[in-house]
């Protein structure tokens, strides 16, 4: 009997081996994409920025989402790293929960930014109840 069952749980294994591999597989090919510069996605990633109002925030990921790419949250902080500093409003772009993602010199920047605009923080974080900015871009010209 245990002949019979050993080939049974040793192919349940494979096939998970093989599912966590192919889950891996296209988190290693979205984070080399999202690495890329892409100008399409950088434009509509761009639009929903500059549609968040002063005094309001908005995640990596809700912009990535918004303009038409969900999981390209990474695609999102590349463009805000790699675009010239006064282009975009880039303090206006938080991690989820309301983190500051920048680190140093750079977090002081962006925490102060915000707060010059209103932006109201619950310990290190914004408070997301009062400062998120639903992106609808349905709404945007």
């Keep these: 009997m245990s002949y019979?069952?050993?080939p049974t749980a040793t192919a349940a294994a494979n096939s998970l081996t093989l599912d966590q591999l192919s889950v891996e597989r296209t988190k290693r090919?979205?984070?080399r994409d999202a690495l890329k510069q892409n100008e399409?996605?950088?434009y509509a990633f761009r639009r929903m920025i500059l549609s968040i109002p002063p005094g309001k925030?908005?995640?990596y990921g809700a912009v990535a989402a918004a303009a038409g790419?969900?999981?390209?949250?990474?695609?999102?902080?590349r463009l805000l790293r790699t675009d010239?500093?006064?282009?975009?409003?880039?303090q206006?772009?938080?991690g989820a929960g309301g983190a500051i993602k920048l680190r140093g010199a750079a977090a002081r920047e962006q925490r102060t930014r915000l707060k010059l605009?209103?932006?109201r923080f619950l310990g290190k974080g914004v408070d997301m109840e009062q400062s998120e900015h639903l992106l609808k871009p349905w709404e945007i010209d």
């Excluded at 790419?69 to 990474?74: D, L, N, Q, V």
């Design 4 to 6: 019979h069952s050993k």
């Design 29 to 31: 090919t979205l984070l």
């Design 40 to 42: 399409q996605r950088d």
């Design 57 to 59: 925030v908005s995640t």
């Design 69 to 77: 790419y969900p999981r390209y949250h990474r695609a999102v902080a």
């Design 84 to 90: 010239p500093v006064d282009r975009l409003p880039w």
């Design 92 to 94: 206006r772009v938080v």
């Design 117 to 119: 605009e209103g932006v």
